[in-house]
């Protein structure tokens, strides 16, 4: 276990650096960023604000880094937002209670999940191409439910979900935090996370090893589909309403930018949904840094653009080898003859 | 219709042929349902023909020009008596105005102008941008009589046209009182969640937002967003912050009701009675209106009976 | 090689470190002018690796190179081109679209008046290539000629850009016998003319033909370099593989006849190949016999079901069962290790601890996993048992060298414990010693009671484990051979279509 910790940390060490350094940059433009106070009844701060306003991105790239893992991608799921708060929102809207609204736009979300899911593994339609069409279609389906206007309404039980407390807690904080780790820990305590890989890797080589690849590809997709759902009740309940012409809006290409900066390849195989969800919040403290500068809107996507450039050429394989090599030649090279592992069982 | 006002009478030489308004077909090509002001347009825009018994034909164009030409190329073919364009971009209309024109259909353009020569089409049906934002200025120049006040902006989305004019309308009416003073300004993307993000943003920044005093935001949409912030972070809204917005969506008016917010400045839906207005004229006795007819801006605050104005709107499709 | 001679090309020290490797350790190699060095080792040894260092492909991480007694650090091909090291790959890497005159002369035509002049350009073409004892017509694309002929332009082009030092980096692999003998008079040509040439392949005849030294690579070490007219071939496979190479070929036990495990009717495919019948007992091995395309794979890949069979039934201990893709044919308790390992076999950038894990984990499903415990257990008797050798099981199986990614393969079915074991080409690509290894272990699977079938090209090999073979010819199963049947002689005779020999 210790053992797990240790890797996951050194994985991560680059995106917890960078975090840093945009926090620090955060620090520079509001000298009063970290300072998070009680008051009226929940924690607040810039720090919750970047926990709270990163929910969504965080719950997208949970999902897309296992879509991603597989090779694939899952350019749908801002249009599933849009679905799913417009499925919650009509629900309550209707008159029903709002766990009746949470798990019919979960369900909703995961029947979105399926049908990119079957496109993909079993048409073997390319999944840029596969999800384009929900990407498309899905906020259309949003406002024929929304029926073209901001859907409001005023269910406690469902705004508790995006705009509540728990213990002082941002609700959203919590779910995405929660969901993290238990999908985190489902992938890495049994064997789904591997068998992903290796799908991602070498579809055709896994397949000869027995794995079936079109359940597994399925399944990500749904999961995909089950963490849009979820992220689009939260913004839905964070402005008491569903908004399908902008909920989630170009929302799935910050997630695929979260996965990417997590160091997760584009290309599949080995990931760290640990590390997309601090490449989220990434993000948002860059969106932090935007709002906190002053700075006229017309400078947002430049800063933004500028900030994101330097934080994927920092992790480019040339300037990483070249950090290595930095690295190798301020320490000798222990010559690895015996593996760790079989040094320790021969003690 | 107070905007018959406006309409210069003008007589013309050629009198066109008797054409009752009562059995007239108009073509409508909308832009598509991006927004709730959209769809509001689309349904008042059918209201108004079905009270004046005017057939009217509708396309949604699906934010598409290519869709706009084809509907306009088919209006034509089918003879109607006008069409209503609400032009998704300004260029590239010459060609299918001319066909039109050479039909001899008058074209009435809503919301939105193009850049064509003027002949190609009758008149423009459209807000004044700059106007609105005048007015909201000018009302906190009015609420605040000479008091000292920091103001915060929520600006549409970077580059539209709506924001730069909102935003220029604004700083005019506040120019010259310098007891108002734009502390910050930044996009909210015209969403309510963007308008609630950055808002949320403005009140850390500005001690708890302790240093604001109103809020100036380029549509209801994001003026409703922030409300939400300004009532997490434990202020109140409409007294703390005072909340002026443009459009005139039912929930401002709801919020305004609820003293959540203080004024509103309409951008009226109804672009097609002032067109069908002047399209009757046109026909009945030749009248030529002119080239632009501007809506009014008009301005709604706690004096009105916002509650009424919100069950008549909110069935508009907002 | 005089002694009191200066070498053109002298390395020391040459270091490379991979992440979690050493792929060369302090290499010394010494170049004179007008000699054929060759460089000898096992896959993985480091030779690859060197040539990369030397032409600045990969950017050393120690050691000198002096080019005529200069320091030279070369950043890319192009620059060490430029110092008069060229180098010529076993693909050739020119344009086949253009004309010989053309590859020849890309980026240093002849001008003249500021145009490029065809006419020079051709007969200078000439020129060069009769030097090389070539008559060719430069006009013709380069795509028009043998891959020999290519091969030598290549190396005209390299000398002429380079001229001090030329590299050949299996340059005889894909060339018959005559074109070896055009490739070699070349090479004696540029030899003669004081050029040092380093010569890597893995044919040793070839290597005692040509070379006059031999510098061997073993793990990233130099052996030892050694003057070829005062060494043997066994002596230069032994610095090679670090012992002496055991018999190579057991004696074939006598087929013991099992229990008949599987039994295929009327199998087959249309378009892929013909429908046969084939029964399999335990403790058989039967082998496969054929050319390129004869279908071979396509039997292998059939009855694991990577492929799905449109005809025939399938009997496993006479139950009758259906094989519609390979998770199904795993559950049975067959295994596959594929032809092509790299993109069939192994999942390259998992750790080899998890490639070997894999099929088991699969068959169990991803909601059991295994025990830490267990795994590691598994995959360090494996690693022992088949004597993969790596640095550490948590390193990527892409970094191994082929044979041990072979094992690697073999021991993810074997892991699974399978009753039925289908091997493609199991010693494709493997040096001496790790072939020699495999061909044991398929002996002892098969004393154990597995039965396996072997599909291989290497004929030696299927008469040395094979209980029986079957041959194909155009995708068809034509012939059986059993027991003293089985010579390489008669497996010939059988893919020629001609009677089989008798045995006495």
Known sequence: MRQTLR??????????????????????????????KFQHGRLFGNLIDVLNRGAPTALLCIGMTLVIATRGIDLSVGAVMAIAGAVAASLVVDGHGWGTALIGALAVGCLCGLWNGVLVAVLRIQPIVATLVLMVAGRGIAQLITEGTILTFVNPGLIQLGAGTVVGIPTPILIWLALGLAVTAVVRRTALGMLIEAIGINEGSSRLAGINSRVLLVCVYLISGFCAALAGVIVAADIKGADANNAGLWLELDAILAVVIGGNSLLGGRFSI???????????????VILLSGMPPEFNLVIKALIIIAILVIQSPTVKHALYIIRASAQPIVPPETPKELKESTQ | MKLKALLIASVMALAPAASMAGNMTVGFSQIGSESGWRAAETTVTKQEAENRGINLKFADAQQKQENQIKAIRSFIAQGVDAILLAPVVATGWDEVLEEAKDAEI???????????PKDLYMTAVTSDLVHEGNVAGQWLVDAMNGKPCNIVELQGTTGSSPAIDRKKGFAEAIAGHDNLKIIRSQTGDFTRSQGKVVMESFLKAEDGGKNICALYAHNDDMAVGAIQAIKEAGLKPGEDIKIVAIDSVPDMHLAIAHGEANATIELTPNMAGPAFDALEAYLKDGTVPPKWIQTESRLYTAK????AIYEKKKNLGY | MAEDMRPVLHCTGISKFFPGAIALDEVELELYPGEVHALLGENGAGKSTLIKCLTGAYRRDGGTIRLDGEEIAPQSTQASQDLGIGTVYQEVNLLPNLTV???LFLGRQPMRRGFISPRRMRDMARETLSEFGLSINPDEPLSAYSVAVQQVVAIARAVALSGKVLILDEPTASLDHDEVELLFSVIRKLKDRGLAIVFITHFLDQVFAISDRATVLRNGRVVGTR??????????????????LESRIHDRAPAEAGKTLLQLCDFGRRGMIDPFDLDVREGEVVGLAGLLGSGRTETANLIFGAVQADQGTVLLRDRKIGLGNPRAAIAHRFGLCPEDRKTDGIVGDLSVRENIILALQARQGWFRPLQRAKVNELVEAYIKALDIRLASPDMPIRLLSGDNQQKALLARWLATNPDFLILDEPTRGIDVGAHAEIIALIEKLRENGMALLVASSELEELVAYSTRVIVLRDRRHVRELRGKEITTANIVRAIADETVEEPA
Do not use: C, H
């Open chain 3, 101 to 103: 005159a053309e590859n």
């Open chain 2, 106 to 116: 008058p074209v009435l353009l809503l919301d939105r102008t193009v850049d064509a």
């Open chain 1, 274 to 288: 640990i590390a997309s969800l601090l490449g989220a919040l990434i993000i948002q403290s860059v969106n932090s």
């Open chain 2, 304 to 307: 009105d009976d916002n509650m």
């Open chain 3, 227 to 244: 003057l070829l007219g005062e060494t043997s071939q066994t002596e230069i496979v032994t610095m090679m593989l670090g012992r002496q």
């Open chain 1, 7 to 36: 890797s996951a940390f050194k994985r991560t060490t680059p995106q917890l650096l960078i975090l840093a350094v945009v926090l620090l940059l955060n620090f520079l433009v509001f000298p009063d960023f970290f300072s998070i």
